[in-house]
């Protein structure tokens, strides 16, 4: 697979596939490199020395192609591959700490909810009651209730979970 700029590939046609694939970076962290297939063949991006180019996240190489016109409108396939390197670094620190100050979060989170899922219903039943309101407003604000009943629904059952097993 040639190594080529991505002003080149550029110049080469509309791109018909992009694949990000996950590598890890000598931090211990992880960047992208990217294939861009045109014209049926595909090329590995390179940076200005030659070497395969790396970008920190798939938007920063989305961002270089869409500046080089790249994107066609009607879309473009995006495959991201090894992801199995994007997990989570394991916690060390204090975890009954952490979980805590989990359950706090949780506990506000879930407060604002309960907040929100009172106005939604509010401006629901006031919506429901004026003719004028469009019938897609008014069901576009039930979607909102019942997404923010869902979530306070889990935070209530993460903050008992967590609970239970902070204090057996």
């Not at 899922?117 to 469009?134: N, R």
């Not at 407003?137 to 903050?159: F, H, N, P, Y």
Request: charged share 20%; no cysteine; proline share 5%.
């Amino acid at each position: 697979m040639a190594r080529k700029h991505l002003q080149v590939i550029a110049g080469l046609g509309t791109p018909t596939a992009f694949t990000l694939t996950a590598v890890q970076s000598a931090k211990n962290d992880f960047a992208f490199k990217a294939e861009v297939t045109v014209a049926g063949s595909t090329h590995m991006v390179a940076a200005e020395d030659g070497r395969i180019r790396s970008f920190r996240a798939a938007d920063d190489f989305l961002a270089a192609a869409g500046a080089l016109s790249m994107i066609p409108p009607e879309g473009l396939s995006v495959a991201l591959e090894g992801m199995e390197l994007v997990q989570p670094k394991p916690f060390t620190g204090n975890i009954i700490a952490k979980n805590t100050a989990l359950v706090a979060a949780y506990v506000k989170r879930k407060t604002d909810g309960d907040a929100r899922v009172v106005k939604l219903t509010q401006e629901i039943a006031l919506m429901q009651a004026d003719p004028t309101v469009p019938a897609a407003m008014l069901t576009e604000r039930q979607a909102q209730k019942d997404g923010v009943v869902d979530l306070v629904a889990w935070l209530a059952s993460e903050i008992t979970r967590i609970n239970a097993i902070l204090n057996p």
